[in-house]
């Protein structure tokens, strides 16, 4: 149905605003020194769990079989835990700047899956808008300037950031149609908590090592948008775009982050409006409205879309 459409294109809007948003907000609760980046993942990832979890008390309960559980695993593992952790400790090693262009490569990674697994058609609209978007953002990025740290290994930090785009871009192909059969927080709950039980074990050498009462107010505060706004909020939103919208359309929307990023910085003064950027967010967002209109799958389209 149109409406549902509708509301998958505002979910996958919103949530990447908030995800745009969130980068000079964990950048503030990095720069003391005192929360390491493997902890902040521990902190999303636990602390949306517990949301979930709590949120799942005030609705119907669902029943989830074990087959079914195991399944919600590897959308832990795929969607939360390596393509959080893999980003987060892919930008220690190498700069943002390099970071956020290896991000801009995985609508073209959905687009890929969705042809070899899916079937989805990959039409001269669909890459075409993959391009504008790709276009747009880079232009966005160079034009914030050169990063003056490249980071300690910046080769190995970008692979493993590209590992956390393909992380994603898998979890959006292979699981597009099995999250239609439960609801939004019964599948956030469990794979929230799969990928806490897993990802806590390997990060408590980090956890133990943490100077606690060296924490701000102002690090917890940063700290509690990532944890609400950017992950329990946000994945909300993508749940919703993800069960309304084509695998490659959601994908598209990750180019909205550095238009989020750069206009913050203007207002917050920290950068200024040119020409090349207002071409960059029209490259963007006709990119994304290509995609959109793009043909899909004829099984696809014409299946009946299930309400969030």
Same mark, same amino acid.
């Given at each position: 149905? $149109?409406?549902?459409?509708?509301?998958?294109?505002?979910?996958?809007?919103?949530?990447?605003?908030?995800?745009?948003?969130?980068?000079p907000v964990a950048k503030m609760v990095f720069a003391? /020194?005192?929360?390491?980046?493997?902890?902040? +993942?521990d902190f999303r990832v636990a602390g949306a769990a517990?949301?979930?979890?709590?949120?799942?008390? =005030?609705?119907?309960? $669902?029943?989830?079989?074990?087959? @079914?559980?195991?399944?919600? *695993?590897? #959308?832990?593992?795929?969607?939360?835990?390596?393509?959080?952790?893999?980003?987060? &400790?892919?930008?220690?090693?190498?700069?943002?700047?390099?970071?956020?262009?290896?991000?801009?490569?995985?609508?073209?990674?959905?687009?890929?899956?969705?042809? *070899?697994?899916?079937? $989805?058609? &990959?039409?001269?609209?669909?890459?075409?808008?993959?391009?504008?978007?790709?276009?747009?953002?880079? &232009?966005?990025?160079?034009?914030?300037? #050169?990063?003056?740290?490249? %980071?300690?290994?910046?080769?190995?930090? @970008?692979?493993?950031?590209?590992?956390?785009?393909?992380?994603?871009?898998?979890?959006?192909? *292979?699981?597009?149609?099995?999250?239609?059969?439960?609801?939004?927080?019964?599948?956030?709950?469990?794979?929230?908590?799969?990928?806490?039980?897993? %990802?806590?074990? /390997?990060?408590?050498r980090w956890l133990m090592a943490m100077n606690w009462?060296?924490?701000?107010?102002? $690090?917890?505060?940063?700290?509690?948008?990532?944890? +609400? =706004? %950017?992950? =329990?909020?946000?994945?909300?939103?993508?749940?919703?775009?993800?069960?309304?919208?084509?695998?490659?359309?959601? %994908?598209?929307?990750?180019?909205?982050?550095?238009?989020?990023?750069?206009?913050?910085?203007?207002?917050?003064?920290? @950068?200024?409006?040119?020409?090349?950027?207002?071409?960059?967010?029209?490259?963007?967002?006709?990119?994304?409205?290509?995609?959109?209109?793009?043909?899909?799958? #004829?099984? @696809?389209?014409?299946?009946?879309?299930?309400?969030?």
């Amino acid at each position: 149905m $149109e409406t549902n459409k509708v509301k998958g294109h505002l979910a996958m809007l919103g949530a990447n605003v908030i995800w745009g948003l969130m980068s000079p907000v964990a950048k503030m609760v990095f720069a003391a /020194g005192v929360v390491f980046p493997v902890v902040m +993942v521990d902190f999303r990832v636990a602390g949306a769990a517990l949301l979930f979890w709590i949120a799942s008390i =005030f609705l119907p309960r $669902e029943h989830v079989p074990v087959k @079914d559980i195991l399944r919600l *695993l590897g #959308a832990g593992m795929l969607g939360v835990l390596f393509n959080q952790g893999c980003f987060i &400790i892919g930008v220690s090693l190498t700069s943002p700047g390099e970071a956020s262009l290896v991000t801009t490569t995985m609508p073209m990674w959905v687009m890929l899956l969705a042809w *070899l697994i899916l079937r $989805e058609p &990959i039409t001269l609209k669909k890459a075409g808008g993959i391009v504008l978007g790709a276009a747009g953002a880079v &232009i966005l990025i160079l034009g914030g300037g #050169a990063s003056v740290s490249r %980071g300690a290994n910046p080769a190995l930090g @970008d692979v493993i950031v590209l590992c956390a785009q393909l992380s994603y871009a898998l979890y959006l192909t *292979l699981y597009r149609n099995f999250i239609r059969k439960y609801s939004l927080v019964t599948l956030m709950k469990w794979m929230f908590l799969a990928a806490t039980i897993i %990802g806590l074990p /390997g990060s408590m050498r980090w956890l133990m090592a943490m100077n606690w009462s060296s924490v701000s107010t102002l $690090e917890w505060a940063g700290i509690a948008y990532v944890v +609400v =706004f %950017g992950t =329990f909020i946000a994945y909300i939103g993508i749940m919703i775009g993800q069960k309304n919208l084509r695998p490659t359309v959601v %994908g598209m929307y990750n180019y909205v982050q550095p238009v989020v990023a750069t206009i913050t910085g203007i207002c917050l003064g920290l @950068d200024v409006f040119t020409p090349m950027k207002g071409l960059a967010v029209v490259l963007i967002f006709s990119g994304v409205w290509l995609v959109t209109i793009s043909k899909a799958r #004829a099984a @696809d389209a014409s299946a009946p879309q299930k309400t969030a």
